[in-house]
T-cell receptor, first 112, second 115 residues
Framework: EDKVVQSPLSLVVHEGDTVTLNCSYEVTNFRSLLWYKQEKKAPTFLFMLTSSGIEKKSGRLSSILDKKELSSILNITATQTGDSAIYLC????????????WGLGTSLAVNP | GAVVSQHPSRVICKSGTSVKIECRSLDFQATTMFWYRQFPKQSLMLMAT?????????EQGVEKDKFLINHASLTLSTLTVTSAHPEDSSFYIC???????????FGPGTRLLVL
């Protein structure tokens, strides 16, 4: 059965810290891995990763996929209180009508 | 990025009534839309996959007669919660698939409270 596991489940840091969130997957016909940020409303799209070893960057956030290890990391540098959210990772099974397999998320709290 | 809207954003209704939630892709055509449900502090739960012009595919355990999905056009899908009960109270989120970017974009969600 396809599955996505995120770790840690919860993280509390101070402003200015750097955090690394992990996502591992076991998905048949794996096509891509997506990261989303969810605050009080619906998830907002951060990154889509298809190729191994190519870092994607957006401001203080970056992410990379390792297809050999079946995993991805999301890095946030110089964290701010506005980064507090749940970060969701999802994997796309190319053969499954575009359904995403979701992890449970990492809840990040950044304290001032 | 691609924009997806949902309406209404919040609805309170009495038990036994039906509620319709609309999901629109505003600047792209979505051949596939997804409906999710999310309980507090839990992850997203996929309810159904909706392809334009065909019947929705429901996930195991989701009652298709209770959660009616219509995907009449490439930019609009609707979810109707029929004969709503308090246990249907939840956060309902739609997403639309854009093949150009091979990803799902989410609507802002609808909070349903059934009294």
């Amino acid at each position: 059965e396809d599955k996505v596991v995120q770790s840690p489940l919860s993280l509390v840091v101070h402003e200015g810290d750097t955090v690394t969130l992990n996502c591992s997957y076991e998905v048949t016909n794996f096509r891509s891995l997506l990261w989303y940020k969810q605050e009080k409303k619906a998830p907002t799209f951060l990154f889509m990763l298809t190729s191994s070893g190519i870092e994607k960057k957006s401001g203080r956030l970056s992410s990379i996929l390792d297809k050999k290890e079946l995993s991805s990391i999301l890095n946030i540098t110089a964290t701010q209180t506005g980064d507090s959210a749940i970060y969701l990772c999802a994997a796309l099974n190319a053969g499954n009508n575009r359904k995403l397999i979701w992890g449970l998320g990492t809840s990040l709290a950044v304290n001032p | 990025g691609a924009v997806v809207s949902q309406h209404p954003s919040r609805v309170i209704c009495k038990s036994g009534t039906s509620v319709k939630i609309e999901c629109r892709s505003l600047d792209f055509q979505a051949t596939t839309m997804f409906w999710y449900r999310q309980f507090p502090k839990q992850s997203l739960m996929l309810m159904a996959t909706s392809n334009e012009g065909s019947k929705a595919t429901y996930e195991q355990g989701v009652e298709k007669d209770k959660f009616l999905i219509n995907h009449a056009s490439l930019t609009l899908s609707t979810l109707t919660v029929t004969s709503a009960h308090p246990e249907d109270s939840s956060f309902y989120i739609c997403s639309a698939w854009t093949s150009g970017r091979e990803t799902q974009y989410f609507g802002p969600g609808t909070r349903l409270l059934v009294l």
